[in-house]
Structure formats: structure tokens, C-alpha cells
T-cell receptor
Framework: GAGVSQSPSNKVTEKGKDVELRCDPI?????LYWYRQSLGQGLEFLIY????????KSGLPSDRFSAERTGGSVSTLTIQRTQQEDSAVYLC????????????FGPGTRLTVL | SQQGEEDPQALSIQEGENATMNCSYK?????LQWYRQNSGRGLVHLIL?????REKHSGRLRVTLDTSKKSSSLLITASRAADTASYFC?????????????FGQGTILTVHP
């Protein structure tokens, strides 16, 4: 594929339910990032993967948030027992060479927790 | 904080005019990047300037960096209505922060046709 893809593009869920957000990075990119953007705000860093390992999980807001990456490619961000404050656009980015190059962003998943 | 702070928060100009946005930061940096975000194209990387560079051009974009003042500016010349978007100054602190980007709140640019 030409760019980073994310699915679903929109997700509406009820408070307390679990959700999974998927990111397909650009082929060959070793670094993958998850960010969150709340309404009218800048992006908030969540987690960084280099290959399949996550050296930096410092941005995950609580233990309800987890992420994994398999095969050095696809990544899944899971939010358990969703809360209304989890509502945001979740953006994934990928880059080569450990992230010191340009990050290419996907279109995001808009999550709404009712 | 590693966050860049953009100024102004909002800017409204007429098509054809130049737009200048400023960014200040507080930490040492590996590089500084500018991104644009609009509803049509999402978040798009515009330009990257390394800490040892002072000025960089890309089409109608000109970015300057003054590491002694910890500031950067983005100039868009001959603006177009399609330039309407939010513009983010993004810090890459490098070191143990590898590629982690820290976004500011952004400048909302409106270009009137």
C-alpha cells in the first residue's frame, strides 16, 4: 500500500466495552507510533514500537490501554472498559530507521464512547 | 516540557498574502518538524529542519531555526485557500526520545479566497 492505513475509520461504542484499533504501517517501516488527538488539541504520544518491541510506553494513559505489534508490521491498540474521556481520534504513524526520519500518519480512527 | 508552542493561535489572511507562524520550545532538539492537518488530507509532514541547519525551503514554504533562541518560524508565501489548515510545530528531542514527536497546540490558518 502507498500509505499508513487504519481501521475502522469510525468506532462508536458504549461505556465499558472493549475496542480494538488497527494500524497497517508503510511496508518496510520499522518504527510505529500511536498518538491520540482530543477535540481541538494537539497530538498526545501514546506508545512507540521498534520492530515488535515497545521501548516507550510512557504515554499510555492507564492500564486499560495496551498495544501490540506482530511480524514487525500490523499493530493493534486495545482499550478495555472504555470511558467517555477515551473519545478522541487515534492516529498511527510509521517511519524508517528508528524514527529519526519523517513520520507518515494514517487517517486515524475516530472513537466515540457513549 | 518538550512541547513546541505556536504563535499565533489563529491567523486569518487573504489569498495571495504571506503567512508567518512562530514556534518556541524549551529543550535541546535533534530536529524540528512542521506538520499540517486539515479534514481532507489528515496530518501531513511539511518540512524537517535539523538542529545544525538555519533555514530550509520547500516550494512556497520557508522554515528558519534559531537554536540560540529556541525558536522556529514557518513562512507560507503567496497563500492559497487550500492552505487553510492547522499547522503544528513538532519537536524531536532525539537521544533516548528517538523519534517520539511532541506536538504543540497548533496555529489555525484561514486563507480567504
Amino acid at each position: 500500500g502507498a500509505g499508513v492505513s487504519q481501521s475502522p475509520s469510525n468506532k462508536v461504542t458504549e461505556k465499558g466495552k472493549d475496542v480494538e484499533l488497527r494500524c497497517d504501517p508503510i511496508s518496510g517501516h520499522t518504527a510505529l507510533y500511536w498518538y491520540r488527538q482530543s477535540l481541538g488539541q494537539g497530538l498526545e504520544f501514546l506508545i512507540y514500537f521498534q520492530g515488535n518491541s515497545a521501548p516507550d510506553k510512557s504515554g499510555l494513559p492507564s492500564d486499560r490501554f495496551s498495544a501490540e505489534r506482530t511480524g514487525g508490521s500490523v499493530s493493534t491498540l486495545t482499550i478495555q472498559r472504555t470511558q467517555q474521556e477515551d473519545s478522541a481520534v487515534y492516529l498511527c504513524a510509521s517511519s524508517g530507521l528508528g524514527g529519526r526520519n519523517t513520520q507518515y500518519f494514517g487517517p486515524g480512527t475516530r472513537l466515540t464512547v457513549l | 516540557s518538550q512541547q513546541g508552542e505556536e504563535d499565533p493561535q489563529a491567523l486569518s489572511i487573504q489569498e495571495g498574502e504571506n503567512a508567518t507562524m512562530n514556534c518556541s520550545y524549551k529543550t535541546s532538539i535533534n530536529n524540528l518538524q512542521w506538520y499540517r492537518q486539515n479534514s481532507g488530507r489528515g496530518l501531513v509532514h511539511l518540512i524537517l529542519i535539523r538542529s545544525n541547519e538555519r533555514e530550509k525551503h520547500s516550494g512556497r514554504l520557508r522554515v528558519t531555526l534559531d537554536t540560540s533562541k529556541k525558536s522556529s518560524s514557518l513562512l507560507i508565501t503567496a497563500s492559497r485557500a487550500a492552505d487553510t489548515a492547522s499547522y503544528f510545530c513538532v519537536i524531536n528531542a532525539g537521544g533516548t526520545s528517538y523519534g517520539k514527536l511532541t506536538f504543540g497546540q497548533g496555529t489555525i490558518l484561514t486563507v480567504h479566497p
